[in-house]
Structure formats: C-alpha cells, structure tokens
C-alpha cells in the first residue's frame, strides 16, 4: 500500500530545528528507546495478522502493517534528529539576548517573562517561545535597556527589554 504524498504539505522534506536543551535531548532519547522497545511486538502483530490469509481483504494486517511503517518512520526522523541536535548552552558573559535566554519585556506597562529555545521546545502558553518566532525573532541580540518593535499582523508593538538571565 503506497502513502500518497501531498504536494501542498509545507512539511515535507523540512529538517527539524537542531537546537534541544540538555533535558529535552535526553527525554526523545528515552522516547527512541520506548520506541525500539515497543517495535518487536508491533512486527509480531503484523507477522500473526499475515498468517490469516488473503493479504488484499486483511485489514488488521493493512493497519498493523502501516503502524509499523509510521512506527520505523518516526524511529528514523527521532534518529537523525538526535545526530544533528545542538545542546543549547548560553553564553554566561553577555547581557545579549541569545538561545538561552530568559528575557523579562515590559509592554503597556506589563511585563512577561520569556525563554528563548529552539521550536522543538517551544510552548508560548508556558513563555517558551522560538528563536524562529516572530517576538523570539526580534528579541535576539539585543541587551538590556533596548526597546524593540515588533510587527504582529499589520500592527506594532514595542516591548522593553527589562532583563536577561541565562537558563
């Protein structure tokens, strides 16, 4: 059974964002290793399933079978994510901000706290957002003291640098 590939899908052939701090490195490494884990019972599902007869009209074997394919996919982009990973380690010496950074910004007279890691980690209802950002984007480089305009869907908005510490 082929997997039809959609054209429009922005994602395809897009390499995931390299930069992982220390803990998320080592939590999809114990992802992978669930993964391997779990794999031969999935083979072993697939085999018992074969052995049912006519493979077209099979579907526990048709759906055991792509589980298994997803299941390899997933443990080779999990892999090859890993080999290229770089371990986010901020410079302690500078007041810039960088990957690393946790940066307190004033806006209207309210001030939030964000930490600036990779997209894989980034979850802005918590304050973690991207370096690819939009705000991470503006953010980066600039030190203490600085204000910086953003542009949010056709309007402006000006956040002050308050602070930045390292993670």
């Known amino acids: 059974m082929r997997v039809p590939i959609r054209k429009g899908d922005v994602r395809l052939g897009q390499k995931p964002d390299p930069y992982l701090t220390e803990s998320k490195y080592r939590e999809l490494q114990a992802k992978l290793v669930r993964m391997k884990e779990s794999r031969p019972k999935l083979a072993m599902e697939v085999r018992r399933l074969a052995e049912m007869g006519d493979f077209s ?4 074997y048709q759906l055991a079978k792509g589980r298994l394919r997803g299941l390899n ?4 982009d999990l892999e090859n994510h890993l080999k290229t990973a770089v371990i986010i380690e ?3 010496d500078t007041d810039l901000v960088q990957i690393g950074s946790r940066v ?3 806006r209207e007279g309210k001030q939030r706290v964000y ?3 990779g997209s894989t980690e980034s979850d802005p209802d918590r304050g973690v957002i991207s370096y ?3 705000l991470g984007a503006y953010l980066m480089g600039h030190e203490t003291g600085q204000a910086v305009t953003v542009e ?9 640098i308050i602070k930045v510490e390292m993670i």
Do not use: D, F, H, W
């Open 57 to 60: 009209e099979n579907a526990g």
């Open 152 to 160: 949010q869907g056709g309007k402006e908005a000006t956040y002050k």
């Open 132 to 134: 690819l950002s939009p």
């Open 115 to 117: 930490t600036i890691l």
């Open 73 to 76: 996919q997933r443990m080779i």
């Open 90 to 92: 901020p410079n302690q």
């Open 104 to 106: 307190t910004v004033e």
